[in-house]
């Protein structure tokens, strides 16, 4: 992992090492048949409440770890009743020019956009309040200090979530939440209608299909009730099933460090690997290589943040805790895709910097 020692006690300086770093946080969002991406959530383990996740696909994209004061006043920019508030929590959030897809805020509140070939948002209507899919993590960020709020607040506005294209490829995702307590949601747009899995038991999360079908498909595997052995693929499901064996079969840590080493174990162990991208499948709707690029695990009890590129043998880690989320401080961005890689700690990396763009939604 790179200084491990400071896994324990993550107080050391940023550094940096020799090879290009490139990482991949948007394009979850954005993919038009990705079967990208995992996330797991282990909150049992009688230390941390963790949260890792896999970021897969067939391309890169720079972007950056952006550091969002309270303050900040957003507009989701859908029309007449676009939903507009000033932020209320500080946040750490994974930001490129598709919005946020990761992240999580000073409370201990964590976020994960995920693909969802399935997902259906509904056609745009502007008599509901709204805001377009590159907003929709960024406001739980910003207002919210833990899942039951985050999912008390959907149900009672029922606003709509309007996706958009980005270099012609439509969104269509779902979103992971969990806090610092170990609550957890997942939040799915079916058939235009509003689905949610909130509870602690929800601890795993890829792609298609719906998550209902995915808890469904899990009963037929060993060790959940079912005879059939673990899958092998790389496809969601498959992924879904492997995920949630790792996480059972989990040693109880007997440190911090160890923790944070067990949960990556899991997300790596459902990675995919590096392999030719075949962009005629891609285009026709066949299954495709979608490579893991990046990986983090949000540690939600001692707020850090930690990162590791598939292209990079190094982990860096930000302490959420030592960023500067006053009012007027400012947006502030840690460059990682630079001529060099970066280690360990880099909570003191962080620069001025202009916000960074948003998916524009489509209102049609």
Request: glycine residues 10%.
């Amino acid at each position: 992992m790179g200084n491990g020692n400071l896994l324990a006690n993550p107080s050391g300086e940023c550094a940096v090492s020799g090879q290009l770093y490139l990482s991949m946080l948007s394009l979850c969002l954005l993919a038009p048949l990705g079967h990208a991406c995992s996330r797991v959530l282990w909150a049992d383990n009688g230390r941390l409440v963790l949260a890792g996740r896999n970021m897969d696909w067939i391309d890169s994209m720079p972007v950056g770890l952006y550091s969002l004061p309270r303050g900040l006043d957003q507009d989701a920019k859908t029309g007449p009743n676009t939903m507009k508030w000033k932020s209320r929590h500080g946040s750490l959030v994974a930001g490129s020019p598709a919005g946020v897809v990761d992240g999580m805020n000073e409370k201990g509140l964590a976020g994960h956009m995920l693909w969802l070939g399935v997902a259906d948002f509904g056609k745009y209507d502007p008599s509901r309040a709204s805001l377009g899919v590159g907003h929709w993590l960024q406001y739980q960020l910003d207002n919210f200090a833990t899942v039951a709020e985050a999912v008390a607040d959907m149900r009672a506005k029922n606003y709509q979530v309007v996706p958009g294209t980005f270099d012609g490829l439509k969104s269509s995702v779902h979103l992971a939440l969990e806090d610092s307590s170990g609550d957890s949601a997942v939040i799915e747009f079916l058939d235009e209608k509003l689905s949610i899995h909130h509870g602690r038991q929800f601890t795993i999360m890829t792609n298609d299909p719906p998550y209902g079908q995915q808890l469904a498909n899990l009963k037929q595997y060993k060790p959940f009730g079912g005879s059939k052995p673990l899958p092998g693929t790389t496809a969601a499901a498959d992924r879904f099933v492997r995920a949630a064996s790792y996480l059972v079969d989990l040693p109880k840590p007997g440190s911090d460090r160890e923790a944070v080493g067990e949960i990556f174990s899991v997300i790596r162990g459902v990675s995919q690997p590096f392999a030719p991208v075949d962009a005629a499948k891609l285009k026709a709707g066949q299954p495709h290589t979608s490579p893991t690029r990046w990986r983090t695990v949000s540690d939600l009890t001692r707020k850090i943040y930690f990162y590791e590129s598939t292209m990079s043998p190094n982990v860096i880690w930000v302490r959420v805790d030592a960023l500067d989320f006053k009012p007027g401080a400012g947006v502030r961005k840690l460059e990682v895709n630079g001529p060099t890689d970066l280690v360990g700690d880099c909570s003191g990396g962080f620069r001025e910097s202009k916000p960074f763009g948003v998916l524009s939604p489509e209102l049609k």
